[in-house]
């Protein structure tokens, strides 16, 4: 009900913002779809800090953000999920192409991983990727042509499948064919397809932000979800950017980098590890050591070569991800 409620808020609050007169002392993050109560929680620390400032948010897909970016949306800021949908905005003249130098991390405050939620007792027994793929389980995640979040799913489940089978193409292949085919319902985004899961009852498993996943068990609580951490997943990166374009007409560049700063200082990173996310302050992370278990992470640099490849070869028109997800 929380994470409805704050969705509805969200929307409420992007339909005002843009009947407002934009000023130096304001800000609009456009952030990934799962984010609304991490930074509802950042916002009102900051504010709390900076007087007269008003952070207004959009929530959604970052690939459908970075769209409505591109076609007029004012988000002075960007907290993605993805460093593709960042470099589409570079692409566009909107972000500096040296955006990851302006921050920490490479402009990445904190991290998370594709990880599971099942019901109570986890009745089909899933405990890693190959029981994705059985005829007897319904996976839940979101849409990858529109969200970042899923877009991990699909490069962690493909990962794993390169693993299993030794770099076999047209087995990994077969594989992310047999978990797309097990996907009965495309949400746009990653709350949508936490709906889905968690209100609607669809499904065995749902796959989702380790973040997401912790959020729920802890609305619902242990007696309705539990958390599945499988043997091996993929480092979800977070990139954050201003969008020069935007802050430059507004004048708020001052308070952009204000604000993204602070999802480095200790208070924003207590912020995040409160919210489920995994953050690079070490006093702050090793405080929350044991909320988070420990799990085997690739990288995509590791695995697929970084992310120029990634987009050429699974996600540009085409790409293997056409040629697995099809017509769905």
Do not use: C
């Not at 697929?304 to 990634?310: A, I, Q």
Request: charged residues 25%; negative net charge; glycine residues 8%.
């Amino acid at each position: 009900m929380k994470r409805l409620l704050l969705g509805i808020a969200a929307v409420a609050g992007l339909v005002l913002a843009s009947s407002q007169a934009w000023s130096a002392d304001k800000l609009l993050n456009a952030s990934y779809d799962v984010g609304r109560e991490l930074f509802a929680d950042i916002n009102k620390a900051f504010v709390a800090k900076h007087s007269g400032v008003t952070i207004d948010q959009s929530h959604a897909g970052t690939s459908a953000q970075a769209r409505a970016i591109a076609e007029g949306l004012a988000a002075d800021v960007v907290t993605f999920n993805q460093v593709t949908d960042v470099d589409f905005l570079v692409k566009k003249g909107l972000v500096s192409a040296d955006w990851q130098k302006d921050f920490p991390d490479n402009a990445s405050p904190f991290y998370s991983l594709p990880s599971f939620l099942v019901r109570a007792g986890n009745p089909k027994h899933i405990k890693d990727w190959n029981d994705l793929v059985r005829d007897d389980v319904q996976v839940i995640f979101p849409n990858p042509k529109t969200s970042g979040n899923a877009r991990y799913t699909y490069l962690a489940a493909t990962a794993y499948a390169k693993e299993a089978f030794k770099g076999d193409d047209a087995k990994v292949k077969e594989f992310i064919t047999k978990l797309f085919n097990n996907v009965p319902i495309f949400d746009t985004g990653g709350r949508a397809a936490t709906t889905t899961f968690v209100q609607r009852e669809i499904g065995d498993v749902l796959i989702t932000f380790e973040s997401e996943t912790r959020g729920i068990r802890k609305e619902y609580g242990d007696d309705k979800f539990e958390q599945v951490t499988p043997s091996v997943s993929l480092l979800a990166e977070f990139p954050v950017a201003i969008v020069d374009k935007v802050a430059d007409e507004h004048g708020s560049r001052d308070l952009a980098k204000s604000y993204l700063d602070f999802l480095y200082t200790p208070d924003g990173q207590e912020i995040a590890a409160e919210n489920g996310l995994r953050t690079r302050d070490a006093a702050v992370a090793a405080k929350h050591k044991a909320d988070f278990p420990d799990v085997r992470l690739l990288t995509v640099e590791d695995v697929f070569g970084g992310w120029d490849k990634v987009q050429k070869e699974h996600f540009a028109a085409g790409g293997l991800l056409d040629q697995t997800y099809g017509s769905r």
